[in-house]
């Protein structure tokens, strides 16, 4: 979320509106970012008359640090926790279902956690919890229904990260004591998995945060979009 966005006035009357013709993803969306802003002592009347408050109630255990929240997400993706389909007809390809549509938030809502964390330290820990929700958007390209349904094409592209902010604070993590010819390799993966179409900017990125040793190694990657590479 943009600074300009944070203080931007908003007319009530028409964000009622435009919450009206909202698809289900982008309302989840919103309620995502709604819990976080909300302070907690009002999140009872946000959902009150909405949902059980009885079922609510804070338990005693700690809470998950970011990579386990991570982790958990991870592991209940590949177990298809998320995975739900429905017929698909020539009126309802473009449609995602509830599932689907939970699976784009909630990676949305951990990796612009990630992203935020970059900035304060523990980058190995946060290095590890890119890389499985990397190793989720992976497992799309290779095999959608794997991991939720898709009635049309599939695949990480649908998800709509913002690859200029993941992959700036990736590489930052990712240039926290690791070898030179390992940070390279990993740029390089990252760059072609997800946003060689964007090659040299991310290169660039990648060489502000680098070691003088990392940055050598960096030399020996392509510079251009590789032919046939997947574009955004």
């Known amino acids: 979320m943009t600074s300009t966005a944070m203080g931007q006035r908003v007319d009530i009357e028409k964000l009622r509106a435009a919450l009206r013709h909202m698809s289900r993803g982008n309302l989840l969306s919103i309620a995502s970012r709604a819990i976080e802003l909300v302070p907690r002592a009002r999140l009872g009347s946000l959902v ?23 982790r958990t997400f991870h592991d209940a993706c590949l177990r298809g926790d998320d995975f739900e389909s429905f017929d698909v007809n020539s009126k309802n390809y473009m449609d995602t279902s509830k599932g689907t549509d939970a699976f784009i938030v909630e990676f949305g809502r951990l990796i612009e956690k990630c992203i935020r964390a970059s900035a304060k330290g523990r980058l190995s820990t946060l290095r590890e919890a890119f890389e499985l929700l990397f190793a989720l958007l992976r497992r799309l390209d290779r095999d959608p229904d794997s991991v939720v349904f898709f009635a049309d094409e599939g695949g990480s592209w649908q998800v709509g990260v913002d690859w200029r902010a993941a992959l700036a604070a990736y590489f930052r993590c990712l240039a926290d004591g690791t070898p030179a010819e390992h940070f390279a390799h990993q740029v390089d993966r990252a760059i072609a998995d997800f946003a060689d179409y964007d090659r040299p900017k991310h290169l660039g990125t990648a060489r502000r945060v680098a070691s003088a040793e990392q940055r050598v190694a960096l030399r020996s990657l392509p510079a251009r979009e590789r032919h046939g590479s997947r574009r955004a």
Do not use: P
């Open 48 to 70: 009150a008359g909405i949902v059980r408050l009885d079922l609510l109630s804070e338990g005693t255990r700690d809470a998950a640090s970011l990579l386990d929240e991570v």
